[in-house]
């Protein structure tokens, strides 16, 4: 176990719980919009319908705009009877508007928060905490059951909150725009001393991206973070895949 790391932890959060938005026999969270609690088929049409409205990198806040614009041309039965021709198309609209409303739906995971898949920096800080081994070969990669397990460990050491802190100098060193360790921020490099260890930790996290769907990282509205359930997989993604790739991507 990293010493460093764990003497210079946060105490874990407590006090609150995550309460899932889904209703029962459902598999998909509705999408809350106003009065309406809306489905991942009718968020999905609305986008459809009005994507022409999007640019070409929208965020979630874009998303909800196209949506309500949606929702007044349409209304809510409106969308459900348009859904048929969604259905019946495959093409890049199509895709787009079903990952779009997949992306809402993990957003409006649980009451009172916001959640997106873990990313790899905050999966990183916390796979440092735990005992994972640093290894020359390649005998992490690849387990995805094995390394959540580890990150778990290592957030039940530090805490969620720590964790989103530590990545953003995670990011710092290991992104797209690289710093210097020596203007790397001092907590950081006093918290995870071992740049070996940063590295395959971040290496392990990355490629954790490729085998399976993530935990989600949850933003509550109290500004403290928590780490959630793995959700399914894409429906639409999941079809495409099988489709294209015979299920092996």
């Not at 290991?174 to 070996?196: C, I, K, Q, T, W």
């Not at 928590?226 to 895949?241: K, R, S, V």
């Amino acid at each position: 176990m990293p010493e460093t790391l764990v003497r210079t932890s946060v105490e874990q959060v407590s006090g609150f719980a995550l309460v899932e938005r889904r209703r029962a026999g459902e598999v998909f969270p509705r999408v809350p919009f106003g009065p309406h609690e809306l489905t991942r088929e009718q968020v999905a049409t609305a986008l459809f319908l009005d994507g022409a409205k999007l640019s070409k990198l929208p965020d979630n806040w874009e998303l909800l705009n196209v949506l309500a614009f949606a929702v007044n041309d349409y209304g809510v039965a409106g969308l459900d009877a348009r859904l048929p021709e969604l259905d019946a198309r495959s093409d890049t609209e199509a895709h787009t508007a079903w990952a779009y409303a997949y992306r809402l739906c993990l957003a409006h995971w649980y009451e009172n928060a916001t959640a997106v898949l873990v990313s790899p920096s905050v999966m990183t800080a916390a796979l440092y905490a735990s005992d994972l081994a640093v290894q020359r070969d390649k005998s992490a990669l690849g387990k995805a059951a094995e390394l959540d397990g580890h990150m778990a460990e290592g957030i039940a050491r530090i805490g969620t909150d720590r964790a989103v802190e530590l990545a953003e100098a995670v990011k710092l060193e290991f992104g797209y725009e690289r710093v210097s360790v020596e203007y790397l921020p001092d907590e950081y490099r006093e918290a995870m001393p071992d740049r070996r260890r940063r590295k395959h930790c971040y290496r392990v996290a990355v490629n954790r991206q490729m085998h399976g769907m993530r935990p989600l990282l949850v933003h509550l509205d109290n500004g403290h973070h928590a780490i959630g359930i793995t959700p399914p997989e894409c429906p639409y993604e999941a079809e495409f895949d099988r489709a294209a790739f015979g299920g092996t991507r």
